[in-house]
């Protein structure tokens, strides 16, 4: 099995631990919908790398920043959007460097 950022591996006891925060908590971001945890097929939600770097962007936004969780997931959809965009365009620019280079 390949493991990558999204593969679901920590169970909440362990993510809550590495996040220096309590379990509760990871269900109210996720009934918040701020974060999405893959389940396994008992239900158990299950945390990916990935999933925990957002949880660390999430804190840092509420706790050094100071930023309240509707402010956090309207950064977050930003920042996704930003992101999508800036593929778009380096797609884009890759399209319009091949025709270029083909004489169009």
């Known amino acids: 099995m390949n493991f990558d950022d999204s593969t ?3 169970v ?3 993510a809550a631990r590495m996040l220096g ?3 509760q908590t990871l269900r109210y971001y996720e009934k918040a919908r701020i974060i999405e945890p893959s389940r396994s097929s008992g239900r158990v939600r299950l945390y990916s790398n990935r999933d925990i ?3 660390r962007q999430i ?3 509420m706790d050094d920043l100071g930023v309240n969780l509707a402010g956090v997931e309207v950064i977050l959809r ?3 959007r930003i992101a999508e965009m800036e593929r778009e365009l380096k ?3 890759l399209e319009l460097k091949r025709l270029r280079e083909a004489g169009l």
Request: aromatic share 4%; hydrophobic share 35%.
């Open 53 to 55: 770097e957002r949880l």
């Open 21 to 23: 925060i309590h379990a």
């Open 91 to 93: 797609q884009k620019d």
């Open 8 to 10: 679901p591996c920590y």
């Open 78 to 80: 930003l920042t996704h």
């Open 12 to 14: 909440i006891s362990v």
């Open 59 to 61: 804190r840092t936004l």
